[in-house]
């Protein structure tokens, strides 16, 4: 797979590009490229969380300690002595950094269900979520966040899995499929879980119309074709099924006959 500095080199590469894009038509203003360049690389990164011992995981738990310290001690300003506050502050960033890093890295893994388009869109669509209700960002705004995280993981999805061919010596590394997929059906708990938080995140996304308009699309056409699409993949899905099941289910009859 590629390592770090391969990631971020991409990353910046990729993001610097999309902003540039949005910027020139039209789609993002001038106060908005430095933070949607910085979310593009963020999402360039944010795959290798599931690896305990990554540099993008030990760099977000140390903001996410943080925030949760600042969070917690902020309210309590004035009620306790300064060395009991710095002590308090201490004691959550510690346990977030440490204990819940810990904690994740037992939960997960690597190029587990975090290394699929799945997470790519709950990833997206998270960031989305915050900058809508958090950020106080209008709509168009928050999408256009949410697909830049989007992009840059997609990004480092893909990167892995161009590292997985050896184009040198014509083959194809074990670790080939493992990063670029739907889902991760050898996780199916992980996957269900992460299904069950992205339809959480869609339910309580901001109204994603207006930027479609904003791209020259048409949001009854895009939805119908996204749903035409769906079921199609549905159905197929279902049809190789069957025709898997019909073509095993002999094989295991003589198996257990015989």
């Known amino acids: 797979m590629a390592n770090f500095q391969t990631h971020l080199n991409l990353g910046i590469l990729v993001s610097a590009s999309a902003v ?38 030990h760099a977000l738990f140390n903001v996410l300690g943080a925030v949760v310290a600042f969070a917690a001690t902020l309210p309590l300003g ?21 204990g819940m890093l810990r904690l994740f890295g037992r939960l997960t893994v690597h190029r587990g269900t975090w290394h699929s388009w799945l997470a790519a869109a709950a990833a997206a669509t998270a960031t989305a979520d915050l900058a809508y209700w958090l950020g106080g960002q209008g709509p168009e705004a928050a999408w ?11 990004t480092h999805l ?23 997929k739907p889902c991760s059906l050898k ?26 308009e ?9 939805g119908s074709g996204l749903r035409s699409w769906l079921e199609t993949g549905t159905q197929w899905t279902l049809s190789t099924l069957a025709d898997g099941w019909a073509r095993l289910g002999p094989w295991l009859n003589a198996l257990v006959s015989d």
């Open 187 to 212: 996780y199916p708990f992980g996957t269900f879980l992460m299904s069950l938080g992205l339809a959480g995140l869609i339910l309580i996304a901001p109204p994603i119309g207006g930027l479609i």
């Open 20 to 57: 540039l894009a949005l910027h020139l038509g039209g789609l993002a203003g001038a106060n908005q490229v430095a933070v949607l360049f910085a979310l593009g690389v963020t999402g360039s990164l944010l795959p290798d969380i599931d690896s305990e011992h990554s540099t993008p995981s």
């Open 78 to 98: 004035g009620r306790f002595a300064p060395w009991i506050m710095l002590g308090l502050w201490a004691l959550v960033f510690i346990s977030v950094r440490y």
């Open 144 to 154: 256009l966040a949410g697909l830049m995280v989007g992009l840059g993981y997609l």
């Open 158 to 180: 893909l990167l892995d899995e161009l590292y997985s061919v050896n184009l040198f010596n014509a083959r194809i590394k074990r670790s080939f499929g493992s990063a670029l």
């Open 214 to 222: 904003r791209f020259g699309l048409d949001p009854q056409s895009s």
